[in-house]
Structure formats: structure tokens, C-alpha cells
């Protein structure tokens, strides 16, 4: 025996478990059991792991992830910790003395509502920046805040269009203000300077162990190709697992480029097919059928209220033609890829469905585990399609609850019935639907705690209004979405639980977060990570 787990308690990725023991060897589980019964297979070599009444689970695996961009924001002009435009012009002036000679001010973060209606002005970059151009992601990275030098390196004006697949922010004469939305970020996010395959591998190692500190040992990369002025990450995953450095178990989604139809298809097979490594695949074709409903491009049914409460003319964007869609996935599932799309909006989901239910009726149950990410607006006659049709519910849960961009940005122009239908967890899990769960780092926090916290609180605090408390999952069925739910979704099967033959990727917590109030949940620490038995991060050896 290399390493046997005592004294804690076991979730092993469906069901709390007091009182056993586990033991590992060359990576592997190899035995689950009450401490009695397991006691003759320690040997003096033997490391005795005492969880001291923490919890001991399976490690988390981030289904919707983004490393690589989260380790770049890291290392370049973060404003994630910072909140209000004094706050930001403050962290720009910072970095521009650290970084003094940058061409570009490059970075993000911003949080939309601490500005008005969600779209800051070129006119506050301008004083900080020093005539350098600027291009600020927000967090949700739909969005770019960009400053007077950037829209002019642009020639963007008055007479420029917007793209089809996005909006230009513009005051009354029409000039662009300093926000641009979706596609029109690559207006000015083309002329960024290059992104290098050292830059890369860098962030990708920066990520890597910050998700490991929060227990993470897996995800899938939701995006690998040219996307958002980012060169795709492939050959730094590559390198990482090739030379040993890639401790995480990582399926990467190949970028459906929304300007391209399935000529592409041959192309995502070849890319495909020249990842083969334990450590690293790319069976997963991503596609973004939808924006955010923040910037009004997610796709509804109905149209956006205006601030008045009236109804607008803007239902949102489809990315992709409803009827491409249905072609593209039958097509994509025929090829032997599983798809992940983006839906936030009620339409954009229902045009997934269909999609997936028509490669369902062509080619048959294959398997593939496709999902859908985001699900923040669910018409109910969608609800029970999920089961029915074998699609996963892929669940951001940290989303869910009330903060200032739902206030604010949110519910006014959603209105009622449809504010109802937000992050309908609950009913998904009641339906039968499968779960997975990930973060969308760095949109938002990657801890699987938080996340784990207010799915099954629906708030943060406790003295917070819980959001549509009846969507609240219970806590073994949120740990189960990040862990055996993940896994299966990810195609690996031997992880995600605790049983004999599983793979000995496992968190120990500092605490128990089922014997404590559901209000705690989220003070659960991470003590330990550990990947085929190896540790990865310890709270002991990071001191």
C-alpha cells in the first residue's frame, strides 16, 4: 500500500460515507472500506494520510474552463480584484509603472455593473493610459473597454457598421463610446500584439496550479483555436503533457469557427486525431450558439424589456442558423465528436436541443456525452429534454443567486416569468437530467466550493435573499456534478469516484462540509490534491 486515507469521512462522487478507509497503490484505488477490515493492508511503508475529520473526496473536474486566458489575465492587467472605475484606473496606472514599456494596455476583468448600463467610456481610459491603446475584457469576456488610441488604431467611427455578430457601444451622433460587444471586439482585438507559445505555456503552468490549490484536478478547455484575439493552446498542452509538466487530466473543445460551416469538419478530425496522449485529448467540438443576456445578445423566445418595462424589438443573436446547427451537430456527431455549445438564452437552448435530438433521430445514440453550458433562461417544455434526450446540463452554479449584475443588469430586462426561469437547477436534477458542473474561469471565481456553496444555498451570504430557492440542489447531488458528473462528461470514467480501480485523484478538505449548516459550505478549505496518488498541492508544502 503507497498511501492510505483515515479518520474522515468519504464522498465518493454520489454518496456521503462515514467512517471508512481508502488505500492507494501506483495510483490507483485499491481499497474501500471500514478501518477495521483494511487495517492489515498498511505496510511500514505505508503513508498514513490523517484527514482528522476532514472530508476526503474524488477531485473536482471543472467542466467549462478557460486556463490558458485565466493564467494570461493573471500576469497582465487584472482589474478582477478591483471593483469601480477609481478602483480600475488605479490598477491601470499601477501596471502601466510595473510595465512601463508595453505597447498595449492589455487585460480585463471589469465587472459591468459598476458602470451605467453595463458599458464603460473610452473618455475614463483616456487620462490613464498615456496615449498607449487599451483593450480591457470585462469578466465575462463579451465585452471589451477600449480607449480613445485604440479605437482610432481601429478606424473605428460614426460610419463604421456593426458586425453581424456583435455591436458597437454609441452615443446619440453614433460615435463609438469605448465598449464594443461580442464580434465587435475583434474590430480592435486583431491589432493586439501576438500572444507567444512561451507566454502560453507560462499561463498554462500559472493556471494549473492555482486550479490544483482548489482541488481541481481535471477539466475540459473549453475553447482550443483563435478566439478572442488568444492563438489556440493546443501545442502548449501539447508540450506540457509530452514532457511531463501536465499533471492535470484535461479533454480539450476544438473552436467551431461561426463564420464557417461544415467545410471545417475534416479539419477538426485531422486536429483531433494528432492529440492522442493519457493526459491530454481533444474529442470535443465547441460551439457558441449565444451571447450573454447582460449585452441583450443572448437568444430569447421574446424579446428584452427596455429600462421602462416595455418590450423591445431585440430578441438576441443566434451565432449559428438554427437549421446549420441541426446539420453541423448531426454531422459533428456522425464524425465521432462530442459537442459542447454555449446556450444562456431560452431560444438558443431550444435550438441546441433540436439540434442534438436531430443527430439523435439521423445517427442513433452514439454515446458522445454531448452537453449544453450556462443555461441561464430554460423555457419549462425544455426541462424534461435533457433526460430524454441524453444531453448534459452543464452547470456555472455560481451564477445563480442574486448579486449586482442580476439585480441590475438582469432581471429588469427579463422580466418576471422569465426571471423564474434562471438556473433552473432543481428541476433538472428532478427531471432526471444529468449534471456536470465548471466554473467558465476566468469569468468567474474557479473555487468548486463557492460554486458547490450557492448551488445548493442559491446565495452567498446569509444574510442574502436566496435566489429561487426551489432550484436549490442538495449537497451530495452538487459534489456529484463537480466530480463523477465532470468525469463522465470528460469520458473519463475512472475517475470521479472513490471505489476500487479508480485513479487516486482526490481532495481532502479541512473540514466536513455535511456535518456543519449548509451556510458553511463555502469556508471548506482545500488541504490536499492529489493526482494518480501523487500530491499535487498541500497546504503543508505551499507555506
Request: proline content about 7%; charged content about 20%.
Amino acid at each position: 500500500m503507497d498511501t492510505m486515507f483515515v479518520n474522515g469521512p468519504v464522498f465518493d462522487g454520489v454518496s456521503y460515507r462515514p467512517g471508512l478507509t481508502v488505500g492507494v497503490r501506483s495510483g490507483r484505488i485499491v481499497s474501500v472500506g471500514a478501518s477495521d477490515r483494511t487495517a492489515g493492508d498498511r505496510t511500514a511503508a505505508t503513508e498514513v494520510v490523517d484527514l482528522d475529520g476532514g472530508l476526503l473526496l474524488p477531485g473536482f473536474i471543472d467542466a467549462h474552463v478557460h486556463p490558458v486566458q485565466g493564467g494570461l489575465e493573471r500576469g497582465r492587467c487584472d482589474l478582477a480584484p478591483a471593483h469601480g472605475l477609481p478602483a480600475y484606473q488605479q490598477t491601470i496606472q499601477q501596471y502601466l509603472v510595473q510595465h512601463p514599456d508595453v505597447p498595449w494596455i492589455v487585460g480585463g476583468g471589469w465587472h459591468q455593473p459598476d458602470f451605467p448600463g453595463g458599458a464603460p467610456r473610452a473618455t475614463d481610459l483616456d487620462p490613464v493610459t498615456g496615449g498607449r491603446p487599451a483593450f480591457l475584457v470585462n469578466a465575462d469576456h463579451h465585452g471589451a473597454w477600449v480607449n480613445s488610441a485604440a479605437l482610432a488604431r481601429a478606424g473605428i467611427n460614426a460610419r463604421t457598421p456593426d458586425p453581424p455578430d456583435g455591436r458597437i457601444e454609441r452615443g446619440p451622433d453614433g460615435a463609438p463610446t469605448g465598449t464594443l460587444h461580442e464580434g465587435a471586439m475583434d474590430l480592435v482585438g486583431r491589432l493586439l500584439p501576438p500572444t507567444t507559445h512561451a507566454e502560453m505555456v507560462a499561463a498554462l503552468l500559472d493556471a494549473q496550479a492555482y486550479l490544483h490549490s482548489l482541488g481541481i484536478t481535471g477539466w475540459q478547455d473549453a475553447i482550443l483555436g483563435d478566439y478572442a484575439n488568444l492563438p489556440d493552446a493546443t501545442a502548449a498542452y501539447v508540450e506540457l503533457a509530452r514532457d511531463g509538466r501536465l499533471t492535470a487530466r484535461v479533454n480539450g473543445a476544438l473552436w467551431w469557427q461561426r463564420d464557417r460551416g461544415a467545410e471545417q469538419i475534416p479539419e477538426l478530425v485531422v486536429r483531433r486525431d494528432a492529440v492522442n496522449h493519457p493526459r491530454f485529448r481533444a474529442g470535443t467540438v465547441k460551439i457558441m450558439q449565444d451571447g450573454v443576456a447582460e449585452n441583450f445578445t443572448a437568444g430569447m423566445l421574446e424579446p428584452y424589456f427596455d429600462a421602462c418595462g416595455c418590450r423591445t424589438t431585440n430578441a438576441g443573436l443566434s451565432f449559428v442558423d438554427p437549421a446549420d446547427l441541426r446539420r453541423n451537430i448531426t454531422q459533428l456527431d456522425a464524425a465521432g465528436f462530442q459537442v459542447h455549445v454555449h446556450a444562456i438564452g431560452d431560444r438558443a437552448v431550444r435550438e441546441a436541443l433540436d439540434a442534438f435530438e436531430t443527430a439523435l433521430n439521423e445517427n442513433g445514440d452514439s454515446d458522445l456525452r454531448h452537453h449544453i453550458a450556462h443555461l441561464q433562461v430554460i423555457h419549462p417544455d425544455d426541462i424534461k429534454r435533457f433526460a430524454k434526450l441524453g444531453v448534459t446540463a452543464n452547470l456555472q452554479a455560481l451564477w445563480a443567486m442574486y448579486d449586482e449584475q442580476m439585480v441590475d443588469l438582469t432581471v429588469p430586462f427579463l422580466g418576471p416569468e422569465r426571471t423564474r426561469w434562471q438556473y433552473p437547477f432543481g428541476e433538472l436534477a428532478r427531471s432526471g437530467a444529468r449534471l456536470a458542473a465548471g466554473s467558465d474561469w476566468p469569468v468567474s471565481s474557479p473555487d468548486p466550493l463557492a460554486a458547490v456553496h450557492v448551488a445548493v444555498n442559491r446565495r452567498d451570504s446569509a444574510d442574502a435573499e436566496a435566489f429561487l430557492p426551489e432550484q436549490a440542489l442538495d449537497l451530495a447531488t452538487a459534489l456529484a456534478a463537480y466530480t463523477s458528473g465532470s468525469a463522465r462528461l470528460n469520458h473519463a470514467d475512472d475517475t470521479g469516484r472513490i471505489e476500487v480501480g479508480a485513479l487516486a485523484d482526490l481532495v481532502v478538505l479541512d473540514r466536513d462540509p455535511f456535518a456543519g449548516p449548509p451556510d458553511e459550505i463555502g469556508s471548506a478549505r482545500v488541504r490536499a490534491t492529489y493526482v494518480g496518488g501523487e500530491p499535487v498541492f498541500s497546504t503543508e508544502s505551499s507555506r
